[in-house]
């Protein structure tokens, strides 16, 4: 199997994950029947691999003994006709959660403790894997636009482009907010959430960040019409 050169970098990392993720959820949903063909009970152990490009493949694990990256679950085909399909699904989806996570900490082996909680940040903003195949909705620990008790630091874009910011209400209701929010990382270092600082979040991945993280102040947010984080902006850059 061709495996391209490993990312370093938190982003690198991460846009990795994000690749192959994309893969294995498009073959789990949208390619969901060709996936379920592929996995004959009758052939021998198989894997589902998701790849950097974005595409999923069903085959053997791979050969050499360490393997360059993590292996998926091996043998997901054994189990497919001894179950019921939306459950074996679900199982599948599950070992392919832990592959991932495996992969990328793999692969940011060398990341120092603050890039290792940055990442992590970064992949649990995403839904995994199981939770788009049972349709359950992911929590997002975030300020929501509409929310009466958002942070007095905090902005975020409505679909008409305005920035709407709302200060604190009351004493009762700021407590209420800090409590809420508590565990909202920024997508940038990982510091958890504090009303008395700036917050801004990106209108593309819906990650918030520290407004002094990604060289944002609350006069410079008045003026964006659409704010995209660092990783979006390169992201959409190179496509």
Known sequence: MEMASSPRTVEEIYKDFCARRAGVVRA??????????????????????????????VTLPA???????????????????????????????????????????????????????RLFSLINDQPTVF?????????????????SSKSRGSTKRSNDGQVKSNPKLADESFDDEEDEHSETLCGSCGGNYNADEFWIGCDICERWF??????????????????????CSMKRGRQ
């Not at 599948?92 to 996570?101: E, G, K, M, N, P």
């Not at 939770?131 to 975030?142: G, H, L, M, Q």
């Not at 520290?210 to 660092?230: L, M, S």
Request: glycine share 4%.
């Open 28 to 57: 789990l949903t949208y390619d969901v029947d060709e996936f379920y063909g592929l996995c004959d009970p009758d052939k021998e152990n198989l894997c589902l691999y998701g790849h950097p490009n974005e595409s999923w493949e």
């Open 63 to 117: 050969e050499e003994v360490p393997p360059e990256l993590p292996e998926p679950a091996l043998g997901i085909n054994f189990a497919r006709d001894g179950m019921n399909r939306k459950d074996w699904l679900s199982l599948v989806a599950v070992h392919t959660d832990s592959w991932l996570l495996s992969v990328a900490f793999y692969l940011g082996a060398r990341l120092n403790r603050n890039e290792r909680k």
């Open 131 to 147: 939770e788009v195949v049972t349709e359950r909705k992911p929590i997002k620990d975030k300020p929501s636009v509409d929310s």
């Open 210 to 231: 520290h407004g002094k993280c990604v060289k944002i102040t609350p006069a410079k947010a008045e003026n964006i019409k659409q704010y995209k984080c660092p990783s």
